[in-house]
């Protein structure tokens, strides 16, 4: 059955596209009638792959390099999804990655590059999305709101995560610069929402799944006992920028298989 095209018309760049989660939101959004910016920091080929993959469906795409961190390279690539699909109406802030230590060992660089991309590169593209949503305002047949910005969070946004604390850190400061800009652009009818997902079979976390014994234990953490995979964060994606959504703004969405539910109290405390 083709999916409704709730998207039709509408624009949307997806930072990180070319792999793991952004490549199924893009894929997602593309089937959903959108017109879609795939943004890759380094691998070219994969993002040409996933725009193959759109347009071979029928779809629109095109792969734009970017580093998300880097301000005039956000700048230069809404510059190019204006100047080729005339505005931008959603923006999925994905581009994330994990430079795992133990605390004390952790580097200056690890942190900084973690909160680099993770965290201010969220700030630089939202921060262009709502130039433009606001310049623009709202367009009555394409959507219900003048734009819509997706932030995709973690599970740690929430639960603590030794080893991890650049990331934890920056996923726990997307929460609330999702909430805060949400806050400030709802009078525009713009829509701010987070998406937290939970483990999701995807590169960033191949050992925690690539044996089984590895994915044994990764499900120890999950109730719903099985692990997620990119296509279910994919399909909130879509119907989150829909006008199916359209009274949800400033909260985050949790796609975890209750991972967030302190499985460890299901049988103690
Ligand atoms: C991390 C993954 C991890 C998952 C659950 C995600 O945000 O990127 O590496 O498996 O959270 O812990």
Not at 26 to 55: C, P, R, S, T, W
Not at 167 to 183: E, L, T
Request: charged share 20%.
């Amino acid at each position: 059955m083709k999916t409704p095209q709730k998207l039709k018309g509408q624009a949307a760049i997806i930072t990180g596209g070319d792999s793991g989660i952004g490549r199924a939101v893009a894929i997602a959004l593309a089937e959903a009638g959108a017109k879609v910016l795939v943004n890759f920091a380094h691998n070219h080929d994969a993002a040409y792959e996933v725009v193959k993959i759109i347009k071979d469906t029928g779809g629109k795409a095109f792969a734009h390099q970017c580093d998300v961190s880097k301000e005039d390279e956000v700048k230069a690539m809404f510059a190019t999804a204006i100047k080729k699909y005339g505005t931008v109406d959603i923006l999925v802030n994905n581009a994330g990655l994990q430079k795992d230590s133990k605390f004390v060992d952790m580097t200056l660089e690890q942190w900084n590059t973690v909160i680099s991309i993770n965290l201010t590169g969220q700030f630089l593209c939202s921060r262009e999305a709502a130039k433009e949503f606001i310049k623009r305002g709202m367009v009555k047949k394409r959507s219900a709101a003048a734009g819509k910005i997706i932030c995709m969070s973690s599970v740690h946004e929430i639960i603590p995560w030794a080893g991890h604390v650049n990331y934890a850190a920056s996923k726990g400061g997307v929460s609330m610069f999702m909430k805060s800009i949400a806050q400030e652009l709802a009078p525009h009818q713009i829509r701010v929402v987070g998406i937290a997902p939970g483990a999701i079979q995807t590169p960033i976390n191949k050992p925690a799944w690539e044996t089984p014994a590895a994915l044994n234990k990764l499900l120890d953490l999950i109730p719903y006992n099985r692990i997620g995979q990119p296509g279910d964060v994919g399909k909130l994606a879509a119907w989150l920028a829909s006008d199916d959504a359209d009274y949800i703004t400033g909260t985050t969405i949790f796609v975890d298989g209750g991972m967030a539910l302190y499985p460890g109290f299901a049988d103690n405390g």
